[in-house]
């Protein structure tokens, strides 16, 4: 074909109803995508060399994720499967102070330690799947850009920026004055190279149990390390709420305060979820972020739109057994070794005295999912308190008898462990200081899948229960993450922008089945979710996912 004889479109999305990502009506139009961006949105548009019918579809800015952990997954998967089967073309990483760079000696390993503990992704994915080959955090973006389907959205993990600044010192101390500065110098090459910010943690541990590095900075080099970053162009520090009660919740939400007005960062922290019994602490909560951005900082909350169900299995690590030392000591074991130890009635009734108090947090929401030993089949269905009171024991002691019969392969499925009330959860996602996030997607696989959450909201708070309009809900997935990011070419459905797109049906997008897999290096598996509703992702102009299929375009790029 001639050049004078080409259509004047890539691609024209046809006939869809156009959700812009900034609130505005939503409008019927075509779309018109030339060299992977935006070209046109108007009635009639000309030809392109490939056309998508989208009448009676949504056409809207490809959904961004602010909270995932696809760190190692990119490594092997540039899709970040599966979260664009729901329309998410941006997945932001390096949160909860773990980002796979910048790493020397013996980083990596340590870095491994703390992603294996804190986000349950094992070390022989990592070892068949991350080769480490790089130093700096712009050698780690040029090793993943070629392989990116997706655009990356990083951030510089504060405990691995630590541990290559300070070493073993780095979980011993704070910072001295020419650690924070090597610190911020190099936090600053990293923004330069693409990352958006730094992230903290306030909450987690390593593989020996002890806090990570994060959780030993003052003040002083937390906004040392906030004005280094905005310094150099970044936007954002994300921090993971405490576990001390109200009182620590507050210290840190005011911490972000004085953080986000001394540097002018944006401050997100997360998870902001309705624990069970814990709704006073909630609404502190919420009151405390709004009062911070009252006195001038800007400070927001990620919650996430579904109810927070997990999945048990014996076989597989489960974070809070590794904070209750009789269960680590086991859990870390081989399977077999462990199955072994796990049936020794000498250690029976610590296992019941430890597990109980944390434990039935969760195994008193417990039913038995898939099993394989002929006499747990007719446990399917049915609930660990309910086995329990019909054998006489305790629920940890149910736990283990029925995993035991299926050499620990037993699934025990946990529904509405926290965010179990619609009402309160929307309530949460109308706060003005609250953004959707805190999915997890690419975390906790063995667990559940973090990705969906773009699905959930649209299914069941716009048209299941009305809570929000199509606009408004589009707008929390796209324009507002990206402009309180300071992200510029995505978010927003305009011309001369990226042309990630997602079109969708309004009336039938869902999560779809979840499936356990075994498709992740080294052999471990994960929970895996599907879509419904979902017609086809764009990333720059080309197809990520279509009818349901990925597509191997990799025209993502570090934003």
């Known amino acids: 074909m001639s050049a004078s004889a080409r259509p004047p479109f890539d691609l024209v999305i046809r006939g869809g109803e156009v959700v812009d990502g900034t609130r505005a009506p939503r409008r019927p139009a075509d779309v018109g995508v030339r060299d992977g961006r935006i070209a046109a949105i108007g009635v009639a548009l000309g030809r392109g060399e490939r056309e998508l019918d989208a009448r009676g579809r949504a056409v809207a800015p490809g959904f961004l994720d602010i909270h995932t952990h696809y760190d190692a997954q990119l490594c092997w998967d540039g899709l970040a499967t599966p979260s664009p089967l729901h329309g998410v073309t941006s997945v932001l990483t390096g949160n909860c102070s773990l ?33 480490f080959s790089w130093e700096s955090f712009a ?11 997706v655009n990356l959205i990083p951030l510089v993990g504060h405990s691995t920026l630590r541990l290559y600044a300070m070493g073993q010192a780095s979980q011993q101390r704070a910072a001295s004055d020419a650690e924070i500065a090597r610190m911020c110098a190099l936090l600053g090459e990293a923004v330069r190279a693409g990352a958006r910010g730094l992230s903290l943690s306030d909450l987690d541990v390593d593989e020996r149990l002890r806090p990570v590095p994060s959780r030993y900075a003052d003040l002083r080099e937390k906004i040392a390390l906030a004005v280094a970053a905005v310094a150099a162009g970044g936007q954002l520090l994300e921090n993971v709420i405490p576990s001390t009660g109200a009182a620590g919740i507050r210290a840190c939400i005011e911490e972000l305060g004085t953080i986000s007005r001394e540097s002018g960062i944006v401050a997100t922290l997360q998870p902001v979820i309705l624990f069970p019994g814990a709704q006073a602490l909630l609404e502190q909560t919420l009151g405390w972020i709004a009062d911070e951005n009252a006195r001038g900082g800007r400070v ?6 579904r109810s927070f169900d997990t999945n048990l299995r014996l076989e597989e690590q489960f974070f809070t057994f590794l904070l209750l030392p009789s269960w680590a000591e086991i859990m870390r074991r ?58 006489g024991c305790t629920t940890v002691d149910a736990l283990l008898e029925i995993a035991l019969a299926d050499e620990l392969r037993t699934e025990f499925r946990i529904v509405g462990m926290m965010q179990d009330d619609p009402a309160v959860t929307a309530r949460i996602l109308a706060h003005p200081n609250i953004l959707v996030g805190a ?5 906790h696989v063995s667990q559940f899948c973090g990705a969906g959450d773009t699905s959930e909201l649209l299914a069941t708070f716009v048209r299941e229960r009305g809570d929000f309009s199509l606009e408004d809900a589009v707008w929390r997935l796209t324009g507002q993450p990206a402009e309180l990011f300071g992200l510029r070419d995505v978010g927003r459905l ?28 080294g052999g471990a598996r994960r929970y895996l979710r599907d879509a419904v509703g979902i017609e086809a992702v764009y990333v720059a102009g080309a197809p990520i996912v279509e009818g349901g299929v990925y597509r191997e375009a990799r025209r993502g790029r570090v934003v």
């Open 334 to 391: 081989p399977v077999a070794e462990r199955a072994a130890l796990l049936a020794d009635p000498a250690r029976r009734p610590k296992l019941i005295e430890e597990g109980l108090p944390m434990l039935s947090l969760f195994l008193d929401r417990a039913s038995v999912g898939e099993c394989f030993a002929p006499e747990n089949q007719r446990l399917r269905g049915r609930t660990l308190p309910e086995i329990a009171r019909e054998r």
């Open 300 to 305: 927001y909350g990620q919650t996430t739109p």
């Open 139 to 149: 050698q780690y973006l040029d090793f993943l850009r070629p392989r990116l389907s």
């Open 439 to 443: 999915s997890d997607g690419g975390a």
């Open 494 to 521: 305009a011309v001369g922008r990226s042309a990630d797109l997602v079109v969708f049906d309004p009336a039938t997008i869902a999560p779809g089945r979840e499936s356990y897999v075994r498709d992740v290096p």
């Open 99 to 131: 980002s796979l760079a910048p790493v020397r000696g013996d980083g990596p390993e340590r870095v491994v330690g703390m992603f294996q503990t804190i986000e349950d992704i094992g070390a022989p994915s990592f070892a068949a799947g991350v080769p």
